[in-house]
C-alpha cells in the first residue's frame, strides 16, 4: 500500500525532501508525474495517454500530501518510509485504500525512475 498524510499533519515540510520519487507535494501544490522522475512526454498510465509534465490538481489545500501514484513506499531506495522515519507527529500512515505486493511496488519504482 501507498504512505497517506493525515490531516494531524502541521505542515512542517520534513517529510517533501526526504521522498526518492518527489511524491509528496505542498498544500495547494500541483503534482506531475515528471517531478523528481524519469519520466517525460507523453507517458501510457494504465492504458491512459498521460502528459507527464502536466500539472494535476491538488489532492489537499489544508495539508502536505502524497500522491498514492507515485509512491513505491521507499521499495528499491530505503527499508522503511523515509516520510514517516522523519515526520514529528507520526502523522505518514499506511493507506488501507492502496493496497499493493512489494512486486508492485518494485515495478512501479522502475517505472518511475526508467532509462530513456
Ligand atoms: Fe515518498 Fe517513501 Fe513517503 Fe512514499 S513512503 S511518500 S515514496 S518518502
Ligand atoms: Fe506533515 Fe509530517 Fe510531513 Fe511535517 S513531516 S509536513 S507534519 S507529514
Redesign the pocket.
Known amino acids: 500500500m501507498a504512505i497517506i498524510?493525515t490531516d494531524e499533519?502541521?505542515?512542517?515540510?520534513?517529510?517533501?525532501p526526504e521522498c526518492p520519487n518527489n511524491a509528496?507535494y505542498d498544500a495547494g501544490s500541483a503534482w506531475r508525474f515528471s517531478d523528481g522522475t524519469n519520466l517525460n512526454g507523453i507517458i501510457d498510465f494504465g492504458g491512459k495517454q498521460i502528459d507527464a509534465e502536466a500539472a494535476q490538481e491538488a489532492v489537499s489545500d489544508e495539508?502536505?500530501y502524497i500522491v498514492s501514484d507515485k509512491c513505491t513506499e521507499c521499495k528499491g531506495f530505503h527499508d522503511e518510509p523515509q516520510?514517516a522515519a522523519?515526520?514529528?507527529?507520526d502523522?505518514?500512515i499506511d493507506d488501507e485504500d492502496v493496497r499493493e505486493t512489494e512486486e508492485e511496488l518494485l515495478m512501479k519504482k522502475n517505472w518511475l525512475h526508467q532509462e530513456k
Open positions: 498524510i499533519c502541521i505542515n512542517c515540510g520534513a517529510c517533501e509528496i495539508v502536505y516520510c522523519v515526520c514529528p507527529v502523522c505518514c
